[in-house]
């Protein structure tokens, strides 16, 4: 029995050292930029009979003009409205229609869309970004329209949820100057003074060609692609003046804060722990997107362990990295059960965070917590789209395609030291803003 019992502990072993070795084909990424200023980036690969499209335009969140908060999201959506070619909600009659799929996101840095067709639709998806891309109607009726729309998103992620708002808070109480602070989602109030020339002068400010980067992956020739592109977007104009930046910057922060919230229908007291994160580009983000798999990566991890299986006083407990090009934030999440509460989340994180801080981490935790981010990018690379999101994503944080090729390495590199060290680093008493969550009438006000 002994011997089997062995075996299979030296089988678990040996499967953790796996992905720790694992060298993942590099992908052959093209790049060349267009007289208009437009960066294309492309990987041919005939695997699949599909290609993927991506249009990443450097505008997000924290591009949204001042009293107009949410705007870059609910461009967003009316980027899927008329242009002077195609009628509304062509994009999905160009996709869905030959059994693909369409869709967008808005980020705090970035807003990007993106197509999966089968690859003898190429030429036409290039021909339709390129088309919104310099010839949308931003007229009143669409304007009109898409705002109701995403006041309603508002009210259903924000003010719907009983914890919707204390996700929003994470950023509203924690930044103190930069524009991060106000979020993607925007409020109901400035959302409802944006008027059609406010967003008329956003389309044309930020949606050009020298503000994007097209990433076409899948089956595909080069040589035609090129054609295409040129053909599509080369005629494209690159307007006149700058593209205005952000340029505020986000003080230090120095002094620990703490917040009492309230909520009309909590049912469950919850507490948010959040630290300042490094920018995106940082060497410790590894480190650190490693920490949070160790803490808070499924039921096996140490807050799982400590503050839902073992005290009882959590149903979730997690450690959330949102990574941002400007300094990105770390937090802790706490949803109590039914005999915890905020304060009792607040010490129990704090013994776990000192824990790791004191103590570090063991060999088995830090190579199942490889195992985990290094798997999951490999399965991201197994598809053409999934290929396009790991480029784009290398574009907006690393501010290099090529990246994404060292993303696994950067991973393997980490050390045990390493993870003690970013712990220490960055998760200070000084560095942190404290938020309890309770029902109305149950809190004070904040402290």
């Given at each position: 029995?002994?011997?089997?019992f062995?075996?299979?502990?030296g089988?678990?072993?040996?499967?953790?050292?796996?992905?720790a070795?694992?060298?993942?084909?590099?992908?052959?990424?093209?790049?060349?930029?267009?007289?208009?200023?437009?960066?294309?980036v492309?990987?041919?690969?005939?695997?699949?009979?599909?290609?993927?499209?991506?249009?990443?335009y450097?505008?997000g969140?924290?591009?949204?003009p001042?009293?107009?908060?949410?705007?870059?999201?609910?461009?967003?959506?009316?980027?899927?409205?008329?242009?002077?070619?195609?009628?509304?909600?062509?994009?999905?009659?160009?996709?869905?229609?030959?059994?693909?799929?369409?869709?967008?996101?808005?980020?705090?840095?970035?807003?990007?869309?993106?197509?999966?067709?089968?690859?003898?639709?190429?030429?036409?998806?290039?021909?339709?970004?390129?088309?919104?891309?310099?010839?949308?109607?931003?007229?009143?009726?669409?304007?009109?329209?898409?705002?109701?729309?995403?006041?309603?998103e508002?009210?259903?992620?924000?003010?719907?949820?009983?914890?919707?708002?204390?996700?929003?808070?994470?950023?509203?109480?924690?930044?103190?100057?930069?524009?991060?602070?106000?979020?993607?989602?925007?409020?109901l109030?400035?959302?409802?003074?944006?008027?059609?020339?406010?967003?008329?002068?956003?389309?044309?400010?930020?949606?050009?060609?020298?503000?994007?980067?097209?990433?076409?992956?899948?089956?595909?020739?080069?040589?035609?692609?090129?054609?295409?592109?040129?053909?599509?977007?080369?005629?494209?104009?690159?307007?006149?003046?700058?593209?205005?930046?952000?340029?505020?910057?986000?003080p230090?922060?120095?002094?620990?804060?703490?917040?009492?919230?309230?909520?009309?229908?909590?049912?469950?007291?919850?507490?948010?722990?959040?630290?300042?994160a490094?920018?995106?580009?940082?060497?410790?983000v590894?480190?650190?997107?490693?920490?949070?798999?160790?803490?808070?990566?499924?039921?096996?991890?140490?807050?799982?362990?400590?503050?839902?299986?073992?005290?009882?006083?959590?149903?979730?407990?997690?450690l959330?990295?949102?990574?941002?090009?400007?300094?990105?934030?770390?937090?802790?999440i706490?949803?109590?059960?039914?005999?915890?509460?905020?304060?009792?989340?607040?010490r129990?994180?704090?013994?776990?965070?000192?824990?790791?801080?004191?103590?570090?981490?063991?060999?088995?935790?830090?190579?199942?917590?490889?195992?985990?981010?290094?798997?999951?990018?490999?399965?991201?690379?197994?598809?053409?789209?999934?290929?396009?999101?790991?480029?784009?994503?290398?574009?907006?944080?690393?501010?290099?395609?090529?990246?994404?090729?060292?993303?696994?390495?950067?991973?393997?590199?980490?050390?045990?030291?390493?993870?003690?060290?970013?712990?220490?680093?960055?998760?200070?008493?000084?560095?942190?803003?404290?938020?309890?969550?309770?029902?109305?009438?149950?809190?004070?006000?904040?402290?």
């Open positions: 029995m002994k011997s089997i062995a075996a299979v502990i089988l678990f072993s040996c499967a953790l050292l796996v992905f070795q694992v060298r993942p084909p590099v992908l052959p990424i093209k790049q060349r930029t267009l007289q208009n200023g437009l960066r294309v492309s990987v041919e690969d005939h695997t699949s009979p599909t290609v993927s499209v991506h249009v990443w450097n505008v969140g924290k591009n949204d001042p009293g107009r908060s949410g705007f870059a999201h609910m461009f967003e959506h009316m980027m899927f409205k008329a242009t002077k070619n195609m009628p509304d909600e062509k994009m999905d009659r160009l996709t869905e229609d030959v059994g693909g799929f369409n869709n967008a996101s808005t980020w705090p840095d970035f807003t990007n869309y993106y197509e999966v067709v089968p690859s003898n639709h190429l030429e036409r998806i290039l021909w339709a970004e390129a088309d919104r891309m310099v010839n949308l109607n931003v007229d009143e009726k669409n304007f009109a329209s898409e705002r109701d729309v995403v006041k309603e508002y009210r259903q992620s924000v003010l719907a949820p009983p914890y919707g708002r204390l996700f929003w808070l994470l950023d509203n109480l924690t930044y103190q100057k930069h524009p991060y602070k106000r979020g993607v989602i925007g409020n109030e400035e959302l409802s003074a944006a008027t059609r020339e406010d967003a008329e002068k956003f389309y044309k400010t930020y949606y050009r060609p020298d503000n994007a980067v097209l990433i076409v992956v899948g089956d595909f020739d080069q040589r035609q692609l090129d054609q295409w592109v040129d053909k599509y977007f080369g005629s494209i104009p690159r307007p006149a003046g700058s593209i205005p930046r952000v340029t505020e910057v986000e230090e922060w120095t002094t620990e804060r703490h917040f009492s919230e309230t909520g009309p229908r909590v049912p469950f007291p919850a507490t948010a722990v959040v630290y300042r490094p920018l995106s580009k940082d060497p410790d590894p480190a650190l997107r490693l920490a949070a798999a160790i803490l808070s990566g499924g039921d096996s991890s140490r807050l799982y362990k400590s503050l839902v299986r073992d005290l009882k006083i959590a149903q979730q407990a997690e959330d990295l949102e990574l941002n090009t400007e300094g990105g934030r770390i937090s802790f706490g949803i109590a059960s039914e005999k915890g509460t905020s304060e009792a989340l607040e129990a994180w704090l013994d776990e965070l000192h824990k790791i801080q004191q103590k570090g981490v063991t060999p088995t935790e830090l190579s199942k917590a490889k195992n985990q981010l290094i798997s999951r990018t490999i399965r991201l690379l197994e598809t053409n789209d999934g290929k396009a999101i790991a480029i784009e994503r290398a574009i907006a944080y690393l501010g290099d395609p090529l990246a994404v090729n060292m993303e696994i390495s950067r991973l393997q590199r980490v050390t045990a030291a390493d993870i003690k060290r970013v712990m220490n680093k960055y998760f200070r008493d000084n560095n942190r803003v404290v938020i309890y969550y309770n029902q109305t009438g149950t809190e004070g006000a904040s402290k």
